[in-house]
């Protein structure tokens, strides 16, 4: 059974690989909202990203991570959640979150509210990635961290991308100026992801899902998902970004620049 991502939070329709035009929005809910009814709560302390979050806690009060299905990186209490999925939110709140239902394109918070925010395995999957970035932007302080994740390289596309609900994979130099047009630098990357790397394996458990999904989310949440946070390596963060040649998925660790005093 593959390792999922976060339950993503698209809310429009878009072209996946420039291929036809799909709903999004409906295909990710429903898979997404069929999963974490039945998917168990992952503790954010058991991801490799864990020593980076864990370091910058006493110095980012207010955090938020944006569509985490019941995969979330940051401490779950005292930290606000937006997502879509009501099994999302009902969780996250019963274990000490402030968890509220939005998109990542339309946060409901007021600018520079947050110290940190996360953005894992989301944005790839909503349709308009403009405004997403626009608005991670927006809620950020001055010099605040974003952590997000995405998957690189157009040419590696393949049933997963299409499976877990993906709008497209970026090319780095394509992300690098999305981010900087919203005021973000690089500060840190690193090689990171969960994808099995067998294509049987995906295709057995789509149609697994598909067909037996009781006996697939158990097999899922008691063996697949205990197994990937086993076998995962331990994050190895680098200064600036890294050479992308051979690199699926990244780990991007930004800087929100200060914003011009208005004269």
């Known amino acids: 059974m593959a390792s999922l991502p976060p339950c993503p939070i698209a809310s429009q329709s ?3 690989r420039g291929g036809p035009a799909k709903d999004l929005a409906a295909a990710n809910r429903r898979f997404y909202d069929r999963l974490w009814s039945q998917a168990h709560l992952e503790s954010p302390e058991r991801f490799n990203t864990w ?3 864990s370091q910058l806690l006493r110095s980012v009060p207010a955090r938020l991570e944006v569509g985490p299905g019941l995969r979330p990186r940051l401490p779950i209490a005292g ?5 879509l999925s009501p099994a999302v939110i009902e969780r996250l ?3 000490g979150g402030i968890a509220i239902r939005a998109g990542a394109d339309s946060l409901p918070f007021a600018e520079e509210s947050f110290d940190l925010v996360c953005a894992c395995d989301v944005i790839e999957h909503v349709a ?3 405004r997403v970035f626009h608005e991670l932007s927006r809620v950020l302080k001055d010099n605040g ?3 997000l994740s995405i998957p690189l390289h157009s040419h590696l596309w393949t049933e997963f991308d299409d499976w877990v609900g993906h709008a497209r994979r970026y090319d780095l130099g394509e992300l690098v100026a999305l981010l900087a047009e919203n005021g973000m630098t690089v500060q840190q990357s690193a090689i990171f992801g969960m994808k099995p790397q067998s294509l049987r394996l995906i295709r057995f458990a789509m149609r697994w899902l598909e067909r037996r999904p009781r006996e697939a989310m158990f ?3 008691w063996l697949a998902m205990p197994l990937s946070l086993r076998l995962q390596k331990k994050l190895k963060l680098e200064k600036g970004i890294l050479e992308p040649t051979g690199v699926d998925e990244m780990l991007l660790i930004c800087r929100r620049k200060a914003r011009a005093v208005p004269g």
């Open 219 to 221: 097999w899922y949440n």
């Open 79 to 83: 930290t606000h959640f937006v997502d």
């Open 128 to 130: 308009d990635d403009r």
């Open 14 to 16: 878009a072209p996946a």
């Open 145 to 147: 961290t974003l952590m």
């Open 51 to 53: 020593p980076f979050v």
């Open 93 to 95: 709140g019963a274990h």
